[in-house]
């Protein structure tokens, strides 16, 4: 037998800290585990005895990448408990700020965390040595959608305006004209980015993934749809506890979440396109397809160009809610509370984020339960990695290594979210 | 005359949620021109490229939770000739800090199925709890005009320049309307460290802290108008107790109201 050991400390451009250990034993990958040593925070316990009025503030702060998911999987459920829809101009602004975030957190990954790995540089800082105009163009590009955060939820991080039932302050329309002038500019941004994304070299590796994404009746799904997957899944965000189950394993302070009878799953940017396509805008559609998407992705490394339409379609559709706005009369909708459960589900940059709450008659939590997309995709990176390494077992260690990381990064984890991840330890076993 | 060293940069995370050290990549303004002032030696968020310590400043995010990293602020601080902790989790301990007040095997066996995997302290603590810190920048998230401030003070040889007042006289510049006074919305501003810019008071709701406590805050004089307001022991306790609960002034001021 033959063995080879490689091993990767502290796996970089992700967000939070982890490691991976891949066995390799007789030319043949034998286990590839992704381990998680973010140290766990305990948000679930520490929700319990606060107000609900809390739950969007405290939630945020479980990442700082994508704080808006949070806050808007935290209102929706507590929303659902209370019996209170939110609907016009609040809802749409909500759907606006999502957009900045999606612009935001997939234009952080695209330039400054993925794409140095298809042009070879350490990262985006090295990459603007030579490439200058392309990572000014990628900073100016996440600046727009932090630019909409900002407006509307007062900072780029942790924003402070969201509540349940709305917003403390609802901006006047001529506030959101300045945004529009920068949007405009972005969409076209955005147009280039997926042209540039397409060109670069991918690998042959298709995946039979089962994509799990939020569907919606006429919209390409950011807040609100039923939980939907490519192998016939279709139920309400209050099933979700039915069909899906959290469980944990000894490496990694993240559980892991999977179909109950079932298997790995995907959720994500190629989840969310490849489940809806017919929901993206036609310059959207149009751009996918010049950059030689079908209507469905299963090749991860393709993910940058998909998360890239998702960044032109959100400038599409945050033009579209600022054009269309009106002001509304009132910042939140009446909000009282009752003794209940809530379920919400939306759509965060990195894929579905599920919150449930059990709320007292006061509105004091009483439980909660939170899972996000990085927990949800951990055994399909796996199983990513045990899938593609195998083709790659002639490649020198640090060739081999860096490949790994980088499928690693296909999905964008954020580890930070997933503990509630990565050095690579390569052991080529005797 | 030759071109001075740059200075090397490294940035650190312990327990935290990434959003400090974002701050730095969400200068998109300025990110280049820092890259060019200083070699960015060791922050993983953003590179692949590890250059080996000595570091001549060092930014820390994230508080002390495990047993391995309250060994690894040691080795940071060792390696780094200035240590600045950015944001509330690492000048403070941060929202994980709740744990403190609490029991945390109860904590691991609500999240963990099997506790026994998880190695993890009873507390979550501040950086300075452990090593000595040069400067402490506050704010959950810091302010990145702050951080711009701070990098560029340590490269100037000379000491930032952050207000200490609170978060009040950031409003009167505002020109905002004290939501206290005008419409009886409790306001954590007259105790809370300035550096956010008044952002709440200004979006029509009460400061919740999230910079901590300032210099010399007198929180029980603004409990009693809290109580007035009609807050209750549970939501005064609430309100201290957040992003900065393991501050000091803010943890006494919480203790006053356990039941």
Not at chain 2, 52 to 66: A, K, Q
Not at chain 2, 111 to 120: E, G, K, L
């Amino acid at each position: 037998m033959t063995r080879r050991t490689i091993k990767v400390e502290g796996l970089a451009r992700v967000e939070g800290e982890g490691a991976l250990k891949v066995v390799v034993r007789d030319g043949a990958v034998e286990t590839a585990e992704l381990k998680i040593f973010e140290p766990p925070r305990f948000f679930e316990a520490l929700l319990r005895g606060r107000a609900y009025s809390e739950a969007p503030d405290i939630t945020a702060r479980i990442c700082g990448i994508c704080p808006v998911a949070y806050q808007m999987s935290a209102v929706h459920a507590i929303e659902n408990a209370f019996g209170v829809t939110v609907t016009g101009p609040l809802r749409d602004l909500r759907r606006l700020l999502y957009c900045g975030e999606w612009i935001e957190s997939h234009t952080l990954h695209i330039y400054m965390l993925h794409a140095p790995d298809f042009l070879g540089y350490e990262g985006a800082i090295e990459m603007a040595r030579d490439h200058p105009k392309i990572v000014r163009r990628g900073l100016e590009l996440k600046k727009a959608g932090n630019a909409v955060v900002s407006l509307l939820g007062g900072r780029e991080i942790h924003p402070i305006n969201v509540r349940v039932g709305g917003f403390y302050r609802t901006p006047r329309r001529r506030e959101l004209q300045p945004l529009a002038d920068q949007l405009k500019w972005a969409r076209d941004a955005a147009l280039e980015t997926v042209q540039w994304a397409a060109g670069f070299d991918f690998p042959e590796c298709e995946r039979d993934y089962e994509f799990v994404s939020l569907r919606h009746g006429d919209e390409y799904p950011f807040n609100e749809g039923r939980i939907v997957s490519s192998r016939g899944l279709d139920i309400a965000p209050s099933q979700y506890d039915e069909y899906f189950e959290e469980t944990q394993v000894e490496r990694s302070t993240a559980l892991h979440a999977r179909l109950r009878g079932g298997g790995p799953y995907l959720v994500g940017p190629l989840a969310r396109y490849s489940l809806n396509f017919d929901r993206l805008s036609p310059l959207a559609q149009g751009a996918a397809r010049e950059a030689g998407l079908g209507i469905t992705c299963t090749n991860p490394y393709r993910s940058i160009v998909v998360r890239a339409v998702e960044v032109l379609y959100a400038c599409d559709e945050a033009l579209n809610i600022i054009n269309a706005y009106e002001e509304p009369e009132r910042p939140a909708a009446t909000v009282q509370p009752r003794a209940g459960i809530g379920y919400g589900a939306t759509e965060a940059p990195r894929g579905l984020l599920y919150h449930r709450y059990r709320l007292e008659a006061d509105g004091t939590i009483a439980e909660a339960n939170i899972v996000p997309p990085t927990s949800q995709n951990q055994a399909s990176i796996e199983e990513d990695l045990r899938r593609f390494i195998g083709s790659w077992l002639d490649l020198p260690d640090e060739s081999l290594r860096h490949r790994c990381e980088q499928t690693v990064r296909n999905h964008d984890p954020c580890i930070s979210c997933a503990t509630h991840f990565l050095r690579l330890e390569l052991d080529r076993a005797q | 005359m030759p071109k001075p060293r740059r200075l090397k940069l490294a940035v650190w995370k312990f327990a935290s949620c990434d959003g400090c050290q974002l701050s730095l990549l969400d200068c998109e303004d300025e990110l280049l021109a820092v890259a060019d002032a200083v070699e960015i030696a060791h922050f993983l968020e953003a590179t692949r490229a590890r250059v080996n310590g000595p570091y001549d400043l060092s930014l820390v995010e994230g508080s002390i939770t495990t047993p391995h990293d309250a060994e690894r602020i040691q080795q940071v601080r060792r390696s780094s000739r200035f240590l600045v902790t950015i944001g509330a989790c690492a000048t403070a301990g941060g929202i994980q800090a709740l744990r403190n007040f609490a029991d945390v095997r109860e904590y691991l066996s609500v999240v963990y199925a099997r506790p026994d995997y998880i190695n993890t302290l009873a507390t979550s603590t501040a950086i300075a709890d452990h090593v000595t810190v040069d400067f402490e920048l506050r704010g959950c998230p810091i302010n990145k005009r702050q951080l711009l401030e701070v990098v560029s003070a340590f490269l100037a040889g000379r000491r930032p320049v952050t207000p200490p007042h609170s978060v009040c006289v950031e409003c009167k510049l505002a020109g905002n309307v004290c939501v206290m006074v005008a419409h009886g919305t409790p306001c954590l501003g007259p105790a809370t460290h300035a550096g956010c810019g008044a952002l709440c008071p200004t979006f029509h709701r009460g400061c919740y802290g999230c910079y901590g406590p300032m210099e010399t805050p007198n929180a029980s004089s603004l409990t009693n108008w809290l109580h007035k307001l009609g807050m209750d022991d549970r939501a005064l306790q609430r309100i201290y107790r957040t992003f900065n609960a393991n501050a000091q002034a803010f943890r006494e001021e919480s203790e006053k109201h356990d039941p």
